[in-house]
């Protein structure tokens, strides 16, 4: 690209999945272009002067309409004052703000469109379509590619898969120390002879910790740990429900709750099953991704992007949503594993996972994006969704 300024406009630099916008920003940077970010702010934000990026607070978190409106004028003098050729929004909230903006100055825009499901209702399909009214819209993986064609009609001449990526370098076996482990191990009280079962994630109903409390209780006769690691969702006691719940279901001293990691890769290496329990689906598994990179079985729910996610891997067990049994009984299977067998399909599943999410490959994608922009001879917004625009 000859040297553009990319403003990427997110609600938030705060959780895990929002580090995207910093990998991205330094692939800009790394380009010759200059990297503007527009956010409510997050403990990320600190790590942005690696990136080469600049930060911009804007209130971007907020569905009140005044609000984002308010937000919408903030980004077009942003637009108009920094010069910026491209404007990229992430997540719902930061969407409209970013669709006005973008329009009021007429330069295009890039769309993440990584909703979880189909919308019901008129209002929150009204809503959602802010996602889908880039000039180009990215899909995160190919189930939210289906979603974004059936909900809002994105035909493939504006829509691109571009996969999520993580950082392989960082979840690489082969780099975790044992020092690494070994600290993780102590600070968390882990007990050096049974098997562990992780679920990682914030501590939010959506991430199915009730579900695997309830298939835990189907296997309390066997020798296990659950560690649950995440950081304290918006749902107050809710991790006092759990240990509620779990000691109801007998499981005192099996199930601990520790906060969120900063080493999630050595973390990893500590389980001997990975768990995504969502009940309800997600545009893309973090989790899944990272701990099949890291050669980890792993088991999860079949809903959303996780079917294609693990596709291919034998070492990885799918289950249908609010189904403790059959949760539990995939457990059973995961700890079962023949170490040698385990072996040889931990390292089919990391190779794998490393070639198909690298995050090399996602930033190259949505730089092929900004260029598909940026070089058309006269750019102009695209014309609105009609029934006109959809492929018979």
Known sequence: MNEPVVLQVQPTLAQAGDRIALDIAGAVKDDGGTALIASSGGALVAELPRSGARHIRIALDRRNPLGMMASASKLVRLIRSESVD????????????????????????????????????????????????GDRVIAVSDFVARLAYEQHKV????????????????????????????????????????PVIMLPGRLMPHNGHALLIDALARIKDRAFHCLVVGAEGDHAGYSAELEAKAGAAGLNGRFHIVPECRDMAAAYMLADVVLNAAPVPEAFSLVLAEAQAMGRPVVSTDRGSAREQVAGNEMAWLVPPEDPAALASAIGRALDLDPDLRARLAAEAAQRARARYARTTMCAGTLAVYRELMERPSWRPAPALTEASIPS
């Open 155 to 194: 035909d493939d001449r504006r829509l691109r898969l571009v996969r999520r990526g993580i950082d392989t370098d960082t979840f690489d076996p082969a780099r975790v120390t044992a020092p690494r482990m070994i600290r993780l191990a102590r600070l968390w009280g882990l007990p050096d002879d049974l």
């Open 86 to 133: 491209i404007v990229h929004a992430r997540g719902l909230h930061a969407a409209w703000p970013a669709y006005l903006a973008a329009r009021r100055t007429s330069r295009p825009l890039v769309t993440t469109f990584d909703l979880g499901g189909p919308t019901v209702g008129a209002f929150d399909r009204f809503y959602a379509s802010a996602l889908a009214r």
